[in-house]
């Protein structure tokens, strides 16, 4: 099994450019998570989705953040405009079911200048 | 509104020696899980163990294990003979039944030959 799978790995942008993350969850698995890591505020929720439907965006931190699913293979998370405060890892974990273990993807390390 | 605390910010061990890293949290829930997570520096998040509030045993996996105190809402996670490759933060982490991930603020580990 591949794992969730996201991408980039690593994105350097400026000031005011608009952003998108990937992620590819485990095959089979219904529910989708993204996180939010950084020195300040550790580990973060930012949304989750339940078979592709969004059930609690609380953690999202501004109307600069947005996520889809538009299928059970896929999701994005959107930051536009980017600030520099927005610099920070962020993870994807998907499960099957909200009660079981999330499995993380790598991260993406994002930079904004 | 449920709590996680780590209170070790960093720990350290010597080869071959035993661990325990310290977790408590909080909540009013009688049906939850808890987790502990690796993140080596490669940033992958990684389940080490994980333990459900209705069972009375201790979870074992391997060299890991935790000591589940649910009257004093304690969960310690043990690590024996110790290892280089443990060397990473770990993350105690706090699910109830049907609500999201709620992470510690994590303790660096590291493990000297």
């Known amino acids: 099994d591949a794992g969730v799978i996201q991408s980039p790995r690593h994105e350097v942008t400026e000031m005011g450019q608009e952003v998108t993350l990937r992620c590819k969850p485990i095959s089979g698995h219904n529910s989708l998570f993204w996180y939010r890591q950084t020195m300040m505020r550790g580990l973060e929720l930012l949304i989750y989705?339940?078979?592709?439907?969004?059930?609690?965006d609380s953690g999202m931190p501004e109307d600069r953040f947005s996520a889809k699913m538009p299928n059970a293979s896929f999701s994005t998370l959107k930051i536009q405009p980017s600030e520099p405060r927005d610099s920070a890892v962020y993870f994807c974990?998907?499960?099957?079911?909200?009660?079981?273990?999330?499995?993380f993807g790598p991260g993406t390390r994002l930079t904004v200048l | 509104a449920q709590t996680v605390t780590q209170s070790q910010p960093e720990m350290s061990v010597q080869e071959a020696e035993t661990v325990t890293l310290s977790c408590t949290y909080d909540t009013s829930e009688s049906d939850y899980y808890l987790f502990w997570y690796k993140q080596p520096p490669s940033r992958q998040m990684i389940l080490v163990i994980r333990?459900?509030?209705?069972?009375?045993q201790n979870a074992t996996e391997n060299r890991f294990s935790v000591n589940f105190q649910k009257a004093a809402k304690s969960f310690s996670l043990k690590i024996s003979d110790s290892q280089l490759g443990d060397a990473a933060m770990y993350f105690c982490a706090y699910r109830s039944a049907t609500d999201k991930l709620i992470f510690g603020t994590g303790t660096r580990l590291q493990v000297f030959p």
């Open positions: 989705f339940n078979n592709n439907v969004p059930i609690d």
């Open positions: 333990q459900e509030a209705y069972k009375q």
């Open positions: 974990a998907s499960s099957f079911g909200l009660a079981n273990e999330q499995f």
